[in-house]
């Protein structure tokens, strides 16, 4: 007997991923950019424009924070800084460190330099990921019966490099804002789940929440992607397929009829997501005995709950964002305030996550991006460092929405069209 035919899809797969050197010589020279920008900053004063600096990711107020923690205040007196403690720790030392002949806060310029490259080698492994899945759907699907059937595009490699030459992204990098380490935390947690690595995913998805809160939304696209697995068309496309061999009564597509069944039932996958939540209470753990050694001679954790995810749902300080909350909230009436601040953190949570949920939960990697998107336009202090992670995430897509019936911009055409 001949042996058995290797995966579905995955000496194809194995083609269309091949590393070119391209892709790194454009990492380098975005690296380059980015070093010209810091090591020159006298022509881009970027760190007090709103788009690019928050009362949140505004790397000033940070260094003004570690100044007050060196002189026994409390990090967080006179209102100026609602950041995590432990940023604070790994950050704040830089800013006071000098280059010589140069600005002090380049070193955490430098920082962020890698954690964008970082954020990029991952994304691009997510893609690479995503790719594969993609490459055995379509075989299965008998959409796609060789490589020369359509063309493929390497998604992985276009998202890390929009990632990298955004000018958003590049804007948040040399603008002395932290929006590139919480990005990185973000993409950490998807790379994680991607990968089933559980405890990188549990720690990036807590790390990402501490440091911004609103990526706590991202634990139910977690949660899918642990439980059922990668991006995939709905079920009943498969089923259909199946339907449609035995109706032809093709040897070779009756033959696939049970392998069809099998992939299309798999079990959701319970033991793992628990083995998820473990981790993410470990993580919890550990980060809040961190926070509470920190801030032990400031108040502790009830100060740091005040100072900053209160802060953030109160919205509290009304400097000018690119957010709508500051514009709201500056013209609406005393007595009405309490109610729009209920309304608006509630609108999130009770009208766009769960029916999302619902009808994306075969495409928890899509779920994911239109999380983002959606917090990142509706959030109290929004920055352009937001608008540079989801518009990444959505060159994931870029096979997807390449045959597309109508115009990119309809993003959600993605998922209705394929089920």
């Given at each position: 007997m001949k042996e058995e035919k290797k995966d579905v899809g995955g000496d194809m797969a194995e083609k269309e991923l091949q590393t070119p050197y391209g892709f790194w010589i454009w990492a380098t020279a975005s690296a380059i950019l980015r070093l010209f920008?810091?090591?020159?900053?006298?022509?881009?004063?970027?760190?007090?424009?709103?788009?690019?600096?928050?009362?949140?990711?505004?790397?000033?107020?940070?260094?003004?924070a570690y100044w007050l923690k060196q002189s026994s205040m409390s990090p967080y007196a006179g209102s100026m800084y609602h950041g995590s403690p432990l940023l604070l720790s790994i950050l704040g030392p830089l800013t006071s460190q000098r280059i010589k002949g140069h600005s002090s806060h380049q070193l955490c310029s430098l920082v962020f330099v890698i954690a964008d490259i970082l954020s990029a080698v991952l994304l691009r492994a997510i893609g690479q990921k995503l790719l594969k899945t993609y490459i055995m759907n379509l075989k299965q699907l008998g959409v796609l019966r060789s490589s020369q059937d359509r063309g493929i595009l390497p998604c992985g490699d276009i998202a890390a490099l929009v990632y990298l030459w955004n000018p958003f992204t590049i804007l948040s990098c040399v603008g002395l804002s932290t929006s590139p380490i919480e990005n990185f935390a973000v993409i950490v947690s998807l790379y994680g789940a991607v990968t089933r690595k559980i405890p990188l995913a549990a720690f990036g998805f807590i790390m990402a929440t501490h440091l911004s809160l609103y990526p706590a939304s991202l634990v139910v696209p977690l949660i899918f992607l642990l439980g059922s697995g990668l991006d995939a068309p709905p079920i009943k496309n498969f089923l259909q397929t199946r339907d449609r061999g035995v109706e032809n009564g093709s040897t070779s597509d009756v033959s696939?009829?049970?392998?069809?069944?099998?992939?299309?039932?798999?079990?959701?996958?319970?033991?793992?997501?628990?083995?998820?939540?473990?981790?993410?209470?470990?993580?919890?753990?550990?980060?809040?005995?961190?926070?509470?050694?920190?801030?032990?001679?400031y108040g502790g954790l009830e100060e740091m709950f005040k100072r900053t995810?209160?802060?953030?749902?109160?919205?509290?300080?009304?400097?000018?964002?690119?957010?709508?909350?500051?514009?709201?909230?500056?013209?609406?009436?005393?007595?009405?305030?309490?109610?729009?601040?209920?309304?608006?953190?509630?609108?999130?949570?009770?009208?766009?996550?769960?029916?999302?949920a619902f009808r994306l939960k075969h495409r928890p990697c899509f779920l994911a991006f239109v999380y983002l998107a959606i917090s990142s336009i509706l959030k109290s202090y929004p920055s352009v460092g937001d608008a540079a992670l989801y518009l990444s995430l959505w060159a994931l897509f870029v096979n997807e929405l390449s045959g597309s019936k109508t115009k990119p911009s309809h993003f959600f055409q993605y998922d209705l069209e394929s089920s």
């Open positions: 920008f810091i090591f020159f900053p006298e022509y881009f004063k970027l760190s007090s424009r709103p788009e690019v600096s928050t009362p949140l990711t505004s790397l000033r107020r940070l260094a003004e696939k009829q049970d392998k069809l069944t099998r992939t299309t039932q798999l079990p959701f996958l319970w033991r793992t997501v628990l083995h998820f939540v473990f981790w993410v209470l470990v993580w919890s753990i550990y980060v809040l005995v961190l926070c509470s050694l920190s801030l032990k001679q995810y209160r802060f953030i749902l109160s919205i509290e300080d009304l400097s000018p964002t690119i957010g709508v909350f500051w514009y709201l909230f500056a013209e609406v009436f005393d007595f009405a305030r309490s109610y729009v601040l209920i309304v608006f953190n509630l609108y999130i949570l009770l009208t766009s996550l769960p029916p999302l």
